[in-house]
């Protein structure tokens, strides 16, 4: 397992303004992944963070709007830019374990609203 | 198009009863997971199942993975108000899990 550390754990934030969410790992991983997970619904895949490299973003989600960085193998960091009330959610940090049956371990979340 | 299909999406019971929600797939998958969310926290992995026909029990919890490893269900029995959260089903492949739209679980005491 792994102990994922995510700061704020929760925001009350003004309509475009920017938040950045930490996340800290216990130990080294390689990927670090982002999800979404709006109001009722289930997780979707924002982007995963690799050490030394660029995000890696999926299908409807863009640098500009969720900028990422990677500084080591512990740390990453997720901003939501130019914030509306639909970006109102909760964002969660992850780290995977394993490379065929991979696991998933969460960090708390942050709830993020967006006012 | 889901790759794991969750049944059903909610579910409000009373303490005390039973329940069995579902995650269906037309895949095959070398194995598949269960995780509980509780309000304001992150998905907690439950159990990996990975033997098609395979049986797990966490106290109260039973999961099942189907013989043609294309399913599996999870039977909550006396189901407490502790049990109250969102049971994600997943699949975890090669550096990545996939997760289903989940069943959304209130047990009312």
Not at chain 2, 19 to 31: D, G, H, P
Not at chain 2, 34 to 40: F, T
């Amino acid at each position: 397992s792994a102990v994922i550390s995510q700061k704020p754990s929760r925001d009350i934030c003004q309509r475009g303004t920017s938040l950045t969410i930490q996340c800290q790992v216990d130990s080294q991983v390689t990927m670090m992944f982002w999800y979404r997970q709006q109001p009722g619904q289930s997780l979707t895949l924002i982007a995963t963070a690799n050490q030394g490299s660029e995000a890696t973003y999926e299908s409807g989600f863009v640098i500009d709007k969720f900028p990422i960085s990677r500084p080591n193998l512990t740390f990453s960091t997720l901003t939501v830019s130019n914030m509306s009330p639909e970006d109102s959610s909760i964002y969660l940090c992850s780290v995977e374990r394993g490379t065929t049956n991979t696991e998933a371990f969460f960090g708390q979340g942050t709830r993020l609203t967006v006012v | 198009t889901q790759l794991l299909e969750q049944s059903p999406q909610f579910l409000s019971i009373q303490e005390g009863e039973n329940l069995t929600v579902y995650c269906n797939s037309s895949s095959v998958f070398s194995s598949l997971q269960w995780y509980r969310q509780e309000p304001g926290e992150g998905p907690v992995l439950l159990v990996t199942v990975v033997t098609g026909g395979e049986v797990k029990k966490l106290k109260r919890l039973t999961f099942q993975f189907g013989d043609a490893r294309k399913d599996s269900s999870l039977h909550i029995t006396a189901a407490q108000p502790g049990d109250t959260g969102l049971y994600l089903c997943a699949y975890g492949g090669y550096q990545k899990v996939t997760f289903g739209i989940g069943t959304k679980l209130q047990v009312i005491p």
